[in-house]
């Protein structure tokens, strides 16, 4: 079961990989798209240690109620969720002679963006079995009934369309403007990137917050569909969004190559 588990939280992650992959005229060398990827999955740990140390910090805040919670949710999560993307980029590609044209900063970050997800994904359908694992040998520990593999598939596919294509629309967001930051003369060159990051983070925190406002609400309120339909709203202009982004790199650009090692 937990070899199936673990395939099963890899599926959303390599089937929108083969997606965002099909937007690359220039296909990127397998190893180099095996290694971002991998390197995605490894710095998500390093998140959730960063998330779990300022934690603290918000907990300490002299406000709390909603304003807290939003803090929490765009800076404590989000935005560090982000930057470690990217960092992940900018650490294994950015020197690298494979990254040399404009739409590879956005498909590069999808893919670190996919790796983190494929770890969360994973963990989050084995934690049932850790748990239950645990309580076999300590009385304190709650055993977690009902979790097969049906329930497993059901929480993987809303993960497919919810969390993981978040991931990658957040992070392909921030990679455009990775790629307009190598091509701007003006005085705001070194103030876009900073943009890319705000925006990309916007994304995810608002859908951070409207995730935890559902799960608050509950299947039996009514206030639950308004949620619901903004999700699903968000995520749909974000997907459309982020196609254009796609697009406009490519026929932009198409011909240019990224030269930053100069």
């Given at each position: 079961?937990?070899?199936?588990?673990?395939?099963?939280?890899?599926?959303?992650?390599?089937?929108?990989?083969?997606?965002?992959?099909?937007?690359?005229?220039?296909?990127?060398?397998?190893?180099?798209?095996?290694?971002?990827?991998?390197?995605?999955?490894?710095?998500?740990?390093?998140?959730?240690?960063?998330?779990?140390?300022?934690?603290?910090?918000?907990?300490?805040?002299?406000?709390?109620?909603?304003?807290?919670?939003?803090?929490?949710n765009f800076l404590g999560i989000a935005f560090i969720e982000e930057y470690v993307k990217y960092f992940v980029v900018k650490w294994k590609v950015l020197r690298s002679r494979e990254f040399d044209e404009p739409v590879d900063a956005m498909i590069y970050l999808v893919i670190a963006a996919l790796g983190f997800a494929a770890l969360e994904n994973v963990l989050i359908l084995l934690s049932p079995l850790i748990t239950n694992y645990f309580s076999s040998l300590v009385s304190d520990v709650e055993p977690v009934s009902n979790f097969g593999f049906s329930q497993a598939f059901q929480l993987i596919v809303i993960r497919f369309w919810g969390a993981t294509l978040l991931h990658t629309l957040a992070s392909a967001t921030l990679g455009f403007f990775l790629a307009l930051s190598f091509y701007h003369k003006g005085r705001f060159k070194y103030q876009i990137l900073p943009v890319g990051i705000i925006l990309a983070t916007l994304l995810h925190g608002l859908f951070n917050y409207l995730i935890l406002l559902i799960e608050r609400v509950g299947p039996a309120e009514d206030a639950i569909w308004i949620y619901v339909i903004l999700l699903i709203v968000l995520l749909a202009s974000g997907a459309y969004g982020v196609n254009k982004l796609f697009t406009k790199l490519k026929s932009k650009w198409a011909l240019e190559e990224i030269n930053i090692r100069a």
């Open positions: 079961m937990i070899v199936v588990f673990i395939l099963l939280g890899l599926a959303p992650s390599v089937i929108w990989l083969a997606y965002y992959l099909r937007k690359d005229v220039h296909p990127e060398p397998r190893g180099m798209i095996l290694k971002v990827f991998f390197w995605g999955m490894l710095l998500a740990p390093v998140a959730a240690i960063i998330e779990i140390m300022l934690s603290g910090f918000f907990d300490k805040l002299p406000f709390q109620g909603t304003a807290n919670i939003l803090l929490w």
